[in-house]
Nanobody
Framework: QVQLVESGGGLVQPGGSLRLSCAAS????????MSWYRQAPGKERELVAA????????NYADSVKGRFTISRDNAKNTVYLQMNNLKPEDTAVYYC????????WGQGTQVTVSS
């Protein structure tokens, strides 16, 4: 069964940090491009960060550059999103995505940045 399971979301104050994890199963993880997307209330889902399968090349949305870091551990079939200096506008449901010939989505994890 192809599955992505996110964890690590929660409530954090502005300026704080969170680390999201996404555990993959049911497919050859190392062959897939892995990404994090987010969707805030009333807004479209947007790409936050992506990491290549073999090269490990990363790509970030301008709004998170310098604050977020995506990484992957192919031995653990897991992708991470380290989020530092969080802002209220980072509040959203964060989704893990795997792509090769088609998309696989996780169920999402809520991140709320508020004082």
């Amino acid at each position: 069964q192809v599955q992505l399971v996110e964890s690590g979301g929660g409530l954090v104050q502005p300026g704080g940090s969170l680390r999201l994890s996404c555990a993959a199963s049911g497919f050859t993880f190392s062959s897939y491009v892995m990404s994090w997307y987010r969707q805030a209330p009333g807004k479209e889902r947007e790409l936050v960060a992506a990491i290549g399968s073999a090269s490990g090349v990363t790509n970030y949305a301008d709004s998170v550059k310098g604050r977020f870091t995506i990484s992957r551990d192919n031995a653990k079939n897991t992708v991470y999103l380290q989020m530092n200096n969080l802002k209220p506008e980072d509040t959203a449901v964060y989704y893990c995505n795997a792509y090769r010939w088609s998309d696989v989505w996780g169920q999402g994890t809520q991140v709320t940045v508020s004082s």
